[in-house]
T-cell receptor
């Protein structure tokens, strides 16, 4: 996975709680993509961020989901008031530069009880 | 929706070449063909990509037809560890990768 780190690897939440997923891109990379993979499905794009900017959030659900990539620290995908349908694997990907090859992290498996 | 069509599943004997086809008949001139694979539930792994020339790296070869409407990923000597879902993705000028359902490759002993 070329140095892209995600944590936690597994996260269990009860309905109504908040989930925070973190992604640290490869060293020197300032772009992060977030994807979601529902059970038995392919990955779906959610959001693309550069440091301190959201570039494209066309794949993000309109409510309860937000993402940030601060100047310092990892990118965070935040899901408020989780529901069972949020149970999925969430992957982040990091290219060196815009439009270049995306390298994926190991993912966070979210289970909502 | 994905712009590519792949077989749902394929088998390959260990040690033999695995040839995974992909149709992308609506590809436009500036779109690249990318291949990724996902082993079990791990993060997708980049394999190779190309525009119109054939490409080869340490993992695989990519053969793109002259009209660019189809391509084939070749794993020259498949091993059991190559068992995975393989995704062929046409990457346009947008930002995201559009994953379809891919081909589930089973390498058998």
């Amino acid at each position: 996975n070329a140095g892209v780190m995600q944590n936690p690897r597994h996260l269990v939440r009860r309905r109504g709680q908040e989930a925070r997923l973190r992604c640290s891109p490869m060293k020197g990379h300032s772009h992060v993509y977030w994807y979601r993979q529902l059970p038995e499905e392919g990955l779906k794009f959610m959001v693309y961020l550069q440091k301190e900017n959201i570039i494209d959030e066309s794949g993000m659900p309109k409510e309860r989901f937000s993402a940030e990539f601060p100047k310092e620290g990892p990118s965070i995908l935040r899901i408020q008031q989780v529901v069972r349908g949020d149970s999925a694997a969430y992957f982040c990907a990091s290219p060196l530069r815009l439009q270049e090859t995306q390298y994926f992290g190991p993912g966070t498996r979210l289970l909502v009880l | 929706d994905a712009k590519t069509t792949q077989p749902t599943s394929m088998d390959c004997a260990e040690g033999r070449a695995a040839n995974l086809p992909c149709n992308h008949s609506t590809i436009s001139g500036n779109e690249y063909v990318y291949w990724y694979r996902q082993i079990h539930s791990q993060g997708p792994q980049y394999i190779i990509h190309g525009l119109k020339n054939n490409e080869t790296n340490e993992m695989a070869s990519l053969i793109i037809t002259e009209d660019r409407k189809s391509s084939t990923l070749i794993l020259p000597h498949a091993t059991l560890r190559d068992t995975a879902v393989y995704y062929c993705i046409v990457k346009d000028s947008g930002y995201a990768l559009n994953f379809g359902k891919g081909t589930s490759l089973l390498v058998t002993p």
